[in-house]
């Protein structure tokens, strides 16, 4: 993967200056699909003998059949086409053909497949993929975070810590009962601040208090 990452940065400016010269393609999965040697570079000339390498190095001569490959004769040389029989993700990437004269390797020129992604038939078929990485990057993430959430939640506590816990924990419980009628002073507890301006108050000392009701 890395020598064709490599290999891909130093060829991808070809096609940049030879605005005729293609040798890059897309193509739907789980079609046939076949490359030609032979373009305005390569320029085979009769006898010529091609071979191909696949991206996983695979070195396919005259006459390869296999589940996956076919090399393919043309009338003036052996090996021009290989035709990939039936196009995969597994089988994107990097070819390269090498055209020998007379025994020895005169030229050889790169064609790739898929190298970016292939076609897709809508988008929906081209957003699986991604939805797919997402979820998986979404629980990769969430469950180290739910367990130091959770580490935190039950860790072991010293007694000092539980004593501060427990004094912050009334502190608040003080503080929302100072705001929603005073349990230190007898006063009725409310949740309701509405209920409470309404309520007569028992001692009628509160702040809250009706005054028509009092005068009852
Ligand atoms: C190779 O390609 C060139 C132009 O692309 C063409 O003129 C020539 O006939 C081709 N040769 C063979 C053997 O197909
Ligand atoms: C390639 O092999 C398959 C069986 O494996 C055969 O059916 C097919 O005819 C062969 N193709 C050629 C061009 O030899
Ligand atoms: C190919 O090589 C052989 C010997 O190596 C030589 O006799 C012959 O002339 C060569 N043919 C061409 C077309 O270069």
Known sequence: ???QLIFLVLVLPLPVRCQT???AYSTYLD???SFSCNDTRILLTNGEIVKWKTPQH???KQGHNDSDYLVVDSITNTGQDLVIKRVRNDLSGIYVCMVYNNGSLRKSAIRGLNIYKPLYHNLGEMYIENVIVAVITAVVFLVPLITMCAIYKFRYMTKEEKTRKNEM???Y???ISQHYGNTHNNHPHYD???EMVKAKDIDGSGGYDNPV???L
Do not use: G, H, I, P
């Open 1 to 3: 993967m890395l020598t």
């Open 213 to 215: 009701v009092t005068a």
């Open 31 to 33: 079609v046939e699909f």
């Open 58 to 60: 695979k070195e396919l």
């Open 21 to 23: 010269y293609t040798w």
């Open 169 to 171: 924990k009334r502190k």
């Open 173 to 175: 419980q003080e503080m």
């Open 192 to 194: 309701d601040l509405s």
